[in-house]
């Protein structure tokens, strides 16, 4: 078997190519920080119980994933990557330009993005267009003339919400939580203001633009792909809010809690209902060409759409995971042991 396998890697990557076989016998999964607890919990049950080697999961991020993941074929590149958000054609452009042409998506539920603070300090209770104002590089002034946010205070932003000064901790541009967020929460804000609305239909990258852009001002803080190092410095200052995935509050609910957005608390049934409107869906993407070369991979999305992990009483919905329901799971567990290519 093994020489089958060595000879697998020689015909998929080239007969010159350095990367033998012998070099990895595990998994290698990089990818967003939010889904990266479920493909660890995924990759120790996996470890424990085969006859495989444990993956190596490792957080870089959605954006930082996908372009580790498309730069090639071969041992020394990522056979999987998690992501908090879908693939960009873009992405799928620079794989196949890298010979990455036969790439399964595979989704594996839903999360919810919260702001959240210490559980020390007032909840607080948003709408996205507080969010909006809060946290936008430009806002509409009293004319609706777009200007340089001047919004220090969340009583600034809105009259009902605290007399602090707006400091939130949030992923990087790299990270798919922080794709989601701008274009759930921000953009949801921004959408209430009819004569930004409007631009869209005349200039959609001017729209995009003023929506998506975070100011830059010291109010929002670049604070890595670590979301746990953010719930750590919620509970340290109280005056601070953070952006993560709906997993890490409901692991840390004893330091954290999570503020109601358009009268909508972050549960686990309002996620999985669709009623909570900042919540996305989360994938992984698997590199087809290394399958049957690098172990184990299909047994991995095997355990991973087992219903003992994704499904509504498995050991990831313990973890924060809001399942799909049952007609996607077996839709997406279907597609994703058939190997089926992912089509633009």
Same mark, same amino acid.
């Given at each position: 078997?093994?020489?089958?396998?060595?000879?697998?890697?020689?015909?998929?990557?080239?007969?010159?190519?350095?990367?033998?076989?012998?070099? $990895?016998?595990?998994?290698?999964?990089?990818?967003?920080?939010?889904?990266?607890?479920?493909?660890?919990? #995924? *990759?120790?049950?996996?470890? &424990?119980?085969?006859?495989?080697?444990?993956?190596?999961?490792?957080?870089?991020?959605?954006?930082?994933?996908?372009?580790?993941?498309?730069?090639?074929?071969? =041992?020394?590149?990522?056979?999987?990557?998690?992501?908090?958000?879908?693939?960009?054609?873009?992405?799928?452009?620079?794989?196949?330009?890298?010979?990455?042409? @036969?790439?399964?998506?595979?989704?594996?539920?839903?999360? +919810?993005?919260? =702001?959240?603070?210490?559980?020390?300090?007032?909840?607080?209770?948003?709408?996205?267009?507080?969010?909006? =104002?809060? =946290?936008?590089?430009?806002?509409?002034? *009293? @004319?609706?003339?777009?200007?340089?946010?001047?919004?220090?205070?969340?009583? /600034? #932003?809105?009259?009902?919400?605290?007399?602090?000064?707006?400091?939130?901790?949030?992923?990087?541009?790299?990270?798919?939580?922080?794709?989601?967020?701008?274009?759930? *929460?921000?953009?949801?804000?921004?959408?209430?203001?009819?004569?930004?609305?409007?631009?869209?239909?005349?200039?959609?990258?001017?729209?995009?633009?003023?929506?998506?852009?975070?100011?830059?001002?010291?109010?929002?803080?670049?604070?890595?792909?670590? /979301?746990?190092?953010?719930? &750590?410095?919620?509970? @340290?200052?109280?005056?601070?809010? +953070?952006?993560?995935?709906?997993?890490?509050?409901? &692991?840390? $609910?004893?330091?954290?809690?999570?503020?109601?957005?358009? %009268?909508?608390?972050?549960?686990?049934?309002?996620?999985?209902?669709?009623?909570?409107?900042?919540?996305?869906?989360?994938?992984?993407? #698997? %590199?087809?060409?290394?399958?049957?070369?690098?172990?184990?991979?299909?047994?991995?999305?095997?355990?991973?759409?087992?219903?003992?992990?994704?499904?509504?009483?498995?050991?990831?919905?313990?973890?924060?995971?809001?399942?799909?329901?049952?007609? &996607?799971?077996?839709?997406?567990?279907?597609?994703?042991?058939?190997?089926?290519?992912?089509?633009?």
């Amino acid at each position: 078997m093994r020489k089958l396998l060595l000879a697998a890697a020689i015909v998929a990557f080239g007969a010159g190519s350095a990367f033998a076989a012998d070099n $990895r016998s595990q998994i290698r999964i990089v990818g967003s920080s939010t889904v990266f607890p479920f493909s660890t919990a #995924v *990759a120790e049950e996996f470890g &424990q119980t085969t006859n495989f080697k444990t993956p190596v999961v490792e957080s870089t991020g959605s954006g930082g994933g996908l372009k580790l993941f498309c730069t090639g074929i071969g =041992l020394n590149h990522p056979d999987i990557t998690n992501a908090s958000r879908r693939i960009k054609g873009s992405e799928v452009d620079n794989c196949a330009k890298n010979g990455v042409t @036969s790439i399964t998506e595979v989704k594996v539920g839903f999360d +919810g993005i919260v =702001l959240a603070n210490s559980t020390k300090a007032k909840r607080f209770e948003l709408t996205r267009k507080a969010i909006f =104002l809060a =946290l936008a590089k430009d806002v509409p002034d *009293a @004319s609706g003339k777009l200007v340089a946010n001047p919004n220090k205070t969340w009583k /600034d #932003v809105d009259p009902s919400l605290p007399n602090q000064n707006i400091e939130v901790l949030g992923p990087p541009p790299t990270s798919g939580t922080r794709d989601a967020f701008v274009e759930l *929460a921000m953009e949801g804000g921004c959408k209430k203001f009819p004569d930004i609305k409007a631009i869209k239909k005349k200039d959609k990258k001017k729209y995009k633009a003023i929506c998506h852009s975070i100011r830059e001002d010291g109010a929002f803080i670049d604070a890595g792909e670590n /979301d746990n190092l953010i719930v &750590q410095k919620l509970e @340290s200052n109280p005056a601070a809010l +953070g952006v993560f995935g709906f997993s890490f509050l409901d &692991q840390n $609910r004893d330091k954290v809690q999570g503020s109601i957005v358009d %009268k909508v608390e972050p549960t686990f049934d309002n996620i999985s209902s669709g009623k909570y409107p900042v919540s996305r869906s989360l994938y992984f993407y #698997v %590199k087809n060409a290394h399958v049957g070369v690098v172990p184990g991979i299909k047994e991995y999305i095997n355990a991973f759409t087992s219903e003992t992990a994704w499904g509504p009483f498995g050991y990831l919905a313990d973890r924060g995971l809001i399942p799909l329901p049952v007609a &996607q799971r077996d839709m997406w567990r279907k597609s994703s042991m058939s190997l089926t290519p992912y089509k633009k």
